[in-house]
């Protein structure tokens, strides 16, 4: 039974380095928002110490298969939700290992608030922080992403490394800050930032006691979530569903974040861009049977008249009347975060050549090779996408390449 009122619906995604903390926060959060009882926490709790892994069981409230509770480390996106007073979360817990920053990409081109997790331990804060940490590049996808506000959670303040010390607080803060700025949040709007313990659940519900933190008295986690402005949605707009994932299941199931529009159970939609037409069998919201779902929502939807080896990553259901534009060529901006000495001189060399095709290309690959300073896996999956045309393209001394924004410096 679907609830006489909706509450508005917010998709948050986790972000961070591997091991910061993200899955542990997850999983507490379920458990004090009650979507996961003291039962199955004592039974987690029991299963991970026979592994010796004590310390891990919160997590697995979001890593459910084996192969992420064997390793500690998560694979896919992990989904969840939960519900405060006035809104219903959507909870998208990414990956933070460097190997599968490409489903971390898709949790947060859904997520309308992405949450930066950092482990103020001693060690993991500066490792995550450092040139080629998940940090870094996790803050700047997210960014890329759309992501307009990012919440920061600086998680493990309990650590026998850190015993709620502000020093450590306002040192992982002070060097987060400029880096935040560097990539288009403003401080005073954009970015939160408070301490907490996913462990404990310390500031994620209820402040600790003051003997223990005396110096933070700001808000918690869920409380500030909750009151945060409504997002804007498009309603009333044309049906836009980008697909993130699909599998079978008597019949092709697609799952994604309404971006526009609403999807209604027995319409008829078109998959683009094989311009396809499909019905809509079942709507799922969470994991809550729907007759139908609005714009902000993340869904399942059965399909029939599409097999699953014909939809992939990336494919928009759309209105049957208003479908979306498709392309063949686009112009992109890359933006150069880590610009080192080596790829400045190598994109200066180029500069200085001839405008001819040849310095096109002997330009393009330079950068491809070296500007970006850090090869790290999203950096190379971007670039590799982008398929510029580099015989056509004409290199101006300013530095515009077909649409690419090379640094004049």
């Known amino acids: 039974m679907e609830p006489l009122v909706k509450k508005e619906h917010t998709n948050v995604v986790f972000i961070g380095h591997v091991d910061a903390g993200k899955s542990t926060i997850g999983g507490h959060i379920m458990y004090l928002t009650g ?42 996106v992990g989904r969840a939700y939960f519900e405060t007073a006035n809104r219903h979360f959507t909870i998208l817990d990414a990956p933070g290992h460097r190997s599968f920053v490409p489903n971390m990409i898709g949790g947060a081109s859904q997520a309308d608030l ?34 307009k506000h990012l919440i920061v ?24 800050v400029p880096y935040l700025k560097k990539l288009g949040f403003n401080p005073k709007t954009d970015l939160c930032f408070m301490p907490c ?13 003051e003997s223990i933190c005396p110096w933070y008295r700001g808000p918690c986690f869920i409380p500030y979530i909750d009151s945060l402005p409504s997002f804007y949605r498009k309603a009333e707009g044309p049906v836009r569903m980008p697909i ?50 609005e714009a902000g929502e993340n869904i399942k939807v059965k399909l029939k008249g599409v097999e699953e080896e014909d939809v992939s990553q990336g494919f928009v259901l759309c209105d049957m009347l208003s479908p979306c534009s498709t392309g063949s060529i686009f112009d992109a901006q890359v933006r150069h975060l880590f610009f080192s000495r080596t790829a400045q001189k190598a994109v200066l060399l180029a500069l200085r050549k001839s405008s001819s095709d040849s310095a096109a290309v002997w330009c393009v690959d330079a950068v491809n ?19 510029l045309r580099a015989a056509r393209a004409h290199v101006h001394r300013r530095g515009h390449h077909s649409g690419v924004a090379l640094p004049s410096r």
Not at 166 to 171: H, I
Not at 197 to 209: I, K, M, N, Y
């Open 244 to 293: 993130v994932d699909r599998y079978r299941d008597m019949g092709t199931v697609v799952l994604g974040k309404l971006e526009s529009g609403r999807v209604i159970k027995g319409n008829t939609y078109m998959l683009m861009p094989n311009r396809t037409n499909v019905e809509v069998m079942f709507i799922m919201s969470d994991e809550i049977d729907a007759n139908e779902a």
């Open 153 to 176: 959670l600086i998680n493990k303040m309990d650590d026998p490394t850190v015993r709620w010390d502000v020093a450590r607080y306002e040192e992982c803060k002070e060097k987060l």
């Open 35 to 76: 979507m996961v009882d003291k039962r199955t926490l004592e039974k987690y709790e029991r299963e991970a110490k026979e592994k010796n892994r004590e310390t891990w069981y919160l997590s697995w409230a979001l890593d459910t298969n084996q192969e992420e509770r064997d390793k500690g480390k998560t694979v896919e």
């Open 197 to 209: 313990s996913g462990l404990t659940g310390a500031f994620l519900s209820e402040p600790v006691d």
């Open 369 to 387: 090779r070296l500007a970006l300073g850090c090869d790290t896996g999203a950096q190379i999956y971007y670039m590799r996408r982008l398929r």
């Open 114 to 147: 992405a949450v930066l997790v950092i482990s103020a331990r001693k060690g993991e804060f500066e490792t995550g922080f450092e040139r080629g940490g998940q940090t870094r590049e996790h803050a700047m996808l997210a960014k890329a992403a759309g992501v």
